[in-house]
């Protein structure tokens, strides 16, 4: 009897363990963060770019950064032609209540760039120099959702140039130069939205890109469209401009060089217009058939320096061209005897301008530099072309990789080859030029200082500085040494090879 009072007590303390186990709450399963909506809008600047584009155009891609988003999650509005479309990339993730700024990035021709993280910086993965909009704004993730319109502005001193042009391909390299003109790139946004750029020496080559407006106006084509950063002494006010636009491969020797010059040109007028400037086609450019503008990748002083393909005077780049005494704008011949100069003296010396004091030093300011009228290559050539300095020459030197060979191979045959020199190469691309070490004159033509032997073969060539009333700076070349001297007599012949910044 008394086990089965025992088992009926603990029976019924089970049922009232059971029950009261019934009544506890079910625990909740951890949720992930709520799927954040966009309310997000981007207003395009219009007029400041009206010379190209007013609004929104199909595929046009905006990149929108959280700084309190994990790098590199961002999220992407892309335009489908009526509306923004966007997505999240790389499991961008906010938080309901989550305070913070957001920057938004627009580049023309990056719609298929991806981010990644750059030390906690958003970097782009490809790099494209040209104009960008951006825009910044405080953000509060409120009931799960973000809101707000980007007021997108082209940053100050952008200007774009676009060159009307109907048989534009996408397949075609282009680039535009002028000396006022910087390009630049956007390298990372920073978490915290500050937007991080590089700009290249000043004059360097704008790439261009093929632009077909979506919805044109009458008369309105297809083109090529450049932008950079403006110098600030050119914005709002009259410039001389000097373009020059190659089209081709990429190489400049299977490329065409046109130039266009405009005088006390305004094209920069104010921060909302006239920074998209529309240039006639390349029907309407000059041809440069020669003295191509080489890009060495040489900078100095922070422009961007191109040296001429051949010397002032040659045919090819291989001769020798003109030789040229000091300060002498018409070639040095062996049949001037005695010495005849445009000054009409007979006299020991060239020109006897520039010689009231010695230049101390190795290297001085520009105001004892030939002027423009005494400067062969600018005489000869015009436009911006001139005598390189001596900084330029040993910024040559110590920018860029050269090479003696004892015969120039300048075809593809087998007697296609010149005389010896110095190939020099590009330490950025593959390009070069290349320096004929030709001689000189002195009196009479001097090709070597010793029967053909390699180790003395030399080419002078002039600089556009003075040292006194007897010497001035030349740059020379031999097989195991180069460089300046400052001792070489302006009586002499020498060569010369145009530059242009």
Request: charged letters at 20%.
């Amino acid at each position: 009897m008394r086990k089965s009072i025992i088992f009926i007590f603990m029976a019924i303390a089970a049922m009232v363990s059971c029950g009261k186990q019934s009544m506890d709450p079910i625990p909740e399963e951890p949720q992930g963060p709520k799927e954040i909506v966009f309310n997000l809008d981007a207003k395009h600047p219009g007029t400041a770019t009206r010379a190209v584009k007013t609004g929104w155009e199909t595929d046009d891609v905006v990149f929108v950064f959280f700084s309190g988003a994990t790098v590199p999650a961002y999220l992407e509005m892309k335009w489908d032609g009526g509306k923004w479309v966007r997505t999240t990339k790389n499991n961008l993730t906010l938080s309901d209540g989550q305070t913070g700024t957001m920057t938004a990035v627009y580049l023309p021709f990056g719609s298929d760039a991806t981010i990644s993280n750059d030390n906690g910086s958003y970097k782009f993965s490809k790099i494209y120099y040209s104009y960008y909009l951006t825009a910044q704004l405080p953000y509060t993730v409120t009931d799960g959702e973000v809101s707000g319109l980007f007021d997108m502005r082209i940053p100050e001193g952008y200007v774009q140039f676009f060159i009307d042009e109907t048989s534009a391909a996408a397949s075609d390299v282009v680039e535009l130069r002028e000396p006022h003109m910087t390009p630049v790139k956007i390298l990372s946004v920073g978490a915290d939205g500050a937007v991080a750029t590089e700009a290249l020496a000043h004059g360097a080559p704008l790439p261009g890109y093929v632009y077909d407006k979506e919805n044109k106006a009458d008369g309105e084509n297809k083109g090529y469209l450049f932008s950079g950063i403006l110098a600030e002494e050119a914005r709002a006010t009259a410039t001389d401009y000097h373009f020059t636009f190659v089209k081709g491969s990429g190489s400049p020797y299977n490329s065409t060089f046109y130039s266009k010059a405009y005088q006390a040109k305004s094209f920069y007028r104010g921060e909302s217009e006239g920074r998209a400037i529309k240039l006639p086609g390349i029907s309407n450019w000059n041809q440069i058939t020669g003295d191509m503008p080489i890009d060495l990748n040489v900078d100095v002083n922070g422009k961007r320096l191109y040296w001429s393909f051949r010397n002032l005077g040659a045919e090819h780049e291989y001769d020798s061209g003109d030789f040229f005494a000091f300060g002498e704008t018409e070639p040095y011949y062996e049949t001037l005897s005695p010495l005849v100069w445009k000054e009409g003296k007979s006299t020991g010396y060239s020109s006897t301008s520039y010689s009231t004091s010695s230049v101390s030093g190795r290297y001085t300011s520009n105001t004892s530099l030939l002027a423009s009228s005494d400067d062969a290559a600018s005489v000869h050539l015009g436009g911006l072309w001139r005598m390189p300095t001596p900084d330029e020459c040993e910024a040559l030197l110590s920018s860029c990789t050269l090479s003696w060979v004892s015969q120039f191979r300048y075809g593809g045959g087998p007697n296609d080859v010149a005389g010896p020199g110095y190939k020099v190469n590009s330490n950025v691309t593959s390009i070069y030029v290349f320096l004929p070490a030709a001689g000189c004159y002195y009196g009479t033509r001097n090709d070597n200082d010793s029967a053909y032997n390699e180790n003395y073969i030399v080419g002078i060539y002039w600089t556009s500085l003075p040292v006194n009333l007897g010497h001035a700076y030349d740059f020379f070349i031999k097989k195991n040494d180069r460089g300046t001297s400052m001792n070489e007599e302006r009586i002499l012949g020498g060569m010369i090879r145009p530059v242009m910044n």
